[in-house]
């Protein structure tokens, strides 16, 4: 008698890997908002001195600033 294979879903699961593709920056604060089951986060820009927080908005707002920033020495070697 033959066992049925696991079915693979094809709609992505909203817990793994984000959509979203940013830089890794040192000066960036994700902060994570509290909604019923979607993960949603602010995004701070803390350049340049790491006091005053600049607000860029939610992640897709903030997504092609932080990726178009070209200040030196704020991301890692392998995101320039």
């Given at each position: 008698?033959a066992?049925?294979?696991?079915?693979i879903?094809?709609?992505p699961?909203?817990y793994r890997l984000?959509?979203?593709?940013?830089?890794?920056?040192?000066?960036?604060r994700?902060?994570?908002?509290?909604?019923?089951?979607?993960?949603l986060?602010?995004?701070e820009?803390l350049?340049?001195?790491?006091?005053?927080?600049i607000p860029?908005g939610?992640?897709?707002?903030?997504t092609p600033?932080?990726?178009s920033?070209?200040?030196?020495?704020t991301?890692?070697?392998d995101?320039?």
């Open positions: 008698m066992l049925p294979l696991p079915t879903s094809l709609e699961d909203p984000a959509a979203h593709r940013i830089k890794r920056c040192t000066f960036r994700l902060i994570q908002i509290d909604t019923g089951t979607d993960r986060y602010d995004v820009c350049l340049p001195d790491r006091r005053v927080p860029l939610h992640l897709d707002s903030a600033i932080c990726n920033c070209t200040a030196p020495h991301f890692r070697p995101e320039d």
